[in-house]
């Protein structure tokens, strides 16, 4: 298994049939003199529109630093052309780094439009000062916004860090916390729980506390104005993580995936009574080069989890497939999208086996390359938006952000075809 699996991780690097393909700049750090962007997120809304947002850093560093504004663009016809860069005014930092104002940048957006109507929420990390510098009496807080026209305008902030997550945990066993950082990219919606109005969302962070970061996710049942800790505060799922992700399995279990050096850890919450999100998490699990899991080499770096339903052609036999995004490397470089077969209960039943003996990969770059999210498009296509160096190199603080249509059929060589129609005893809305 080891000498397959490292020749796969040579074909995926090396024999990169990507690079020729079309490909869309949605923001462009053309110098490193340029003011930089980071940090993709993308959403698809009900209506079938592509929403982009990403980071513009005036300050050329992290959300804490100083200013940081979000910029959008959109487009109507699944990626095809792009609208021109809009900026909400209500998402323009104004870079005063004084103790408690939260109106200095904003940055790290995760995104959600809602699957039955034509409203969108916007999280993202708000204020200062930086993550790493942050203190139980000073720290990051978490900006809420709201859209009820697919993104194409928004609400002002409401700053909701304090309720959502620091108070809850410092009154927990688990402790004070000194820092939250929202992860970056999608946030996810249930594709099968629904408790009132809306179906449920999942946001996963990482906090920080002195000693240790520790991954933690947060649910709504009604689309964010109020939020709870998954399993509770007292311990976290993924002691010392980093930036996360979450999607639901096809049981309809939680899967936590963080970043971690030369991989990913993985964990799995398990519901027995999922209208009141009962349950427990299990074990964390490492994912990387010596279980035949997905290896970052010689990095750890954000990325996308997703769950998409697929017909293998071998055998017309209906499943899913995992994908999970990160750069290949060697360093944050290469940056491509693993895939697993989840063809039975089996491949999932614990973290240790989503953890092992991936599929394949599929390289989306040879550039150097770091950050990487995506959403499933109205035509069912993957919507891939990724941090490369374009045009220069990142001693400016940025990339470029890059836009790619990606359907499963190409991401697995002609090996699966999408197939709407879910698997299985449970209908899930895809």
């Given at each position: 298994m080891?000498?397959?699996r490292?020749?796969?991780?040579a074909?995926?690097?090396f024999?990169c049939?990507?690079?020729?393909e079309a490909q869309?700049?949605i923001?462009t750090t053309?110098?490193?003199?340029a003011?930089p962007?980071r940090i993709?997120a993308i959403a698809?809304?009900?209506g079938?529109?592509?929403?982009?947002?990403g980071?513009?850093r005036y300050?050329r560093a992290?959300?804490?630093a100083?200013r940081?504004?979000?910029?959008f663009?959109?487009?109507s016809?699944?990626g095809?052309t792009w609208?021109d860069i809009?900026?909400?005014p209500t998402m323009?930092g104004d870079?005063?780094?004084?103790?408690?104002h939260e109106?200095?940048?904003y940055?790290d957006?995760?995104?959600v439009a809602?699957?039955?109507s034509r409203r969108?929420?916007?999280?993202?990390?708000s204020?200062?000062?930086l993550?790493?510098?942050s203190?139980?009496?000073?720290?990051?807080?978490m900006a809420?916004?709201y859209s009820?026209?697919e993104?194409?305008?928004w609400s002002?902030p409401?700053?909701?860090?304090?309720?959502t997550i620091?108070?809850?945990?410092?009154?927990?066993?688990?402790g004070?916390?000194?820092?939250?950082?929202v992860?970056?990219?999608?946030?996810l919606?249930s594709?099968?729980?629904?408790t009132g109005?809306?179906?449920?969302?999942y946001c996963a962070?990482?906090s920080?506390n002195?000693k240790?970061?520790a991954?933690?996710v947060?649910?709504s049942?009604?689309?964010g104005?109020?939020?709870?800790?998954l399993g509770?505060?007292d311990?976290?799922?993924?002691?010392?993580?980093?930036?996360?992700?979450c999607e639901e399995?096809?049981?309809?279990s939680l899967?936590?995936?963080?970043r971690a050096?030369?991989?990913?850890?993985?964990?799995?919450?398990?519901?027995?009574?999922e209208?009141?999100?009962t349950?427990?998490?299990?074990k964390?699990?490492f994912?990387?080069?010596?279980?035949?899991g997905v290896?970052?080499?010689q990095?750890?770096?954000?990325g996308?989890?997703?769950v998409?339903?697929v017909?293998?052609?071998?055998?017309r036999?209906?499943?899913?497939?995992?994908?999970?995004?990160?750069?290949l490397g060697p360093g944050r470089s290469n940056v491509?999208?693993?895939?697993?077969?989840l063809?039975?209960?089996?491949?999932?039943?614990?973290?240790?086996?989503?953890?092992a003996?991936?599929?394949?990969?599929y390289p989306?770059?040879?550039?150097?390359s770091?950050?990487s999210?995506m959403?499933?498009?109205?035509?069912?296509?993957?919507?891939?938006?990724?941090?490369?160096?374009?045009h220069?190199?990142?001693s400016?603080?940025?990339y470029?952000l890059?836009?790619r249509?990606l359907?499963?059929?190409?991401i697995t060589?002609?090996k699966?075809?999408?197939?709407?129609k879910?698997?299985g005893p449970?209908k899930?809305?895809f």
């Amino acid at each position: 298994m080891k000498h397959f699996r490292s020749n796969l991780f040579a074909l995926c690097l090396f024999l990169c049939p990507a690079v020729s393909e079309a490909q869309t700049e949605i923001f462009t750090t053309p110098t490193v003199e340029a003011i930089p962007y980071r940090i993709p997120a993308i959403a698809t809304t009900r209506g079938g529109d592509l929403v982009a947002v990403g980071d513009y850093r005036y300050c050329r560093a992290d959300i804490g630093a100083g200013r940081i504004d979000l910029h959008f663009r959109r487009s109507s016809d699944n990626g095809k052309t792009w609208g021109d860069i809009y900026v909400p005014p209500t998402m323009q930092g104004d870079g005063d780094l004084t103790p408690g104002h939260e109106e200095a940048g904003y940055g790290d957006a995760a995104i959600v439009a809602d699957r039955g109507s034509r409203r969108m929420m916007l999280l993202s990390c708000s204020g200062g000062p930086l993550f790493g510098r942050s203190t139980e009496q000073h720290h990051q807080g978490m900006a809420r916004f709201y859209s009820d026209d697919e993104g194409k305008t928004w609400s002002k902030p409401t700053y909701i860090g304090e309720e959502t997550i620091y108070r809850p945990l410092t009154q927990s066993q688990y402790g004070p916390i000194w820092a939250w950082f929202v992860g970056s990219g999608r946030i996810l919606q249930s594709r099968y729980v629904k408790t009132g109005k809306y179906y449920r969302l999942y946001c996963a962070g990482v906090s920080r506390n002195g000693k240790e970061n520790a991954n933690w996710v947060i649910y709504s049942d009604d689309f964010g104005e109020t939020w709870d800790v998954l399993g509770g505060c007292d311990a976290s799922p993924i002691p010392g993580g980093d930036e996360p992700k979450c999607e639901e399995l096809p049981d309809g279990s939680l899967l936590l995936s963080s970043r971690a050096w030369g991989g990913r850890y993985y964990n799995i919450f398990r519901f027995t009574e999922e209208k009141t999100a009962t349950g427990a998490w299990g074990k964390r699990a490492f994912s990387g080069k010596d279980n035949g899991g997905v290896e970052a080499r010689q990095n750890a770096c954000n990325g996308e989890l997703m769950v998409v339903p697929v017909t293998r052609r071998a055998d017309r036999k209906r499943m899913y497939l995992l994908l999970q995004s990160l750069p290949l490397g060697p360093g944050r470089s290469n940056v491509g999208i693993y895939y697993k077969e989840l063809a039975s209960p089996a491949d999932y039943a614990t973290p240790e086996a989503v953890a092992a003996n991936w599929t394949g990969c599929y390289p989306v770059t040879t550039l150097p390359s770091a950050y990487s999210t995506m959403t499933l498009q109205a035509d069912h296509a993957i919507g891939f938006f990724y941090e490369e160096e374009t045009h220069c190199g990142t001693s400016g603080g940025g990339y470029t952000l890059m836009y790619r249509r990606l359907p499963v059929e190409q991401i697995t060589d002609g090996k699966y075809d999408f197939t709407k129609k879910s698997v299985g005893p449970r209908k899930a809305r895809f």
